[in-house]
């Protein structure tokens, strides 16, 4: 774990990286990794001298595998309350199937 700025820390998961973040009312994570990470984010939380059980809020930026693979086993872990886009929710609770990964139109194309 890394900080980023005061409060903000980022969790590198492999090929993807979660952001912890610390506030008046517990913890917030943005992002869960992919399937079978969830014990980087909870070693991390443990090396900010904090428990589990104050992570308060999980927040998903999307519905990826990458973004919400270990999700649930986190939820188990800490209670966490999730947020996500209504869109995603069909996704997440099912496990897939997921949105293609295309490029969006534009420079980058």
Do not use: C, W
């Amino acid at each position: 774990m890394k900080r980023v700025i005061k409060s903000v820390h980022v969790i590198p998961m492999g090929m993807a990286n979660a952001f912890l973040i610390e506030g008046d009312d517990g913890l917030t994570l943005i992002d869960a990794g992919y399937p079978n990470k969830e014990a980087a984010v909870l070693a991390a939380i443990r090396a900010l001298g904090r428990s589990p059980d104050q992570l308060k809020h999980l927040i998903f930026t999307h519905g990826h595998p990458d973004h919400i693979g270990s999700g649930a086993a986190i939820v188990r872990e800490t209670g966490a309350r999730t947020y996500m886009h209504p869109l995603d929710i069909p996704i997440a609770e099912s496990g897939g199937p997921f949105r293609p990964m295309t490029p969006a139109p534009g420079p980058l194309g």
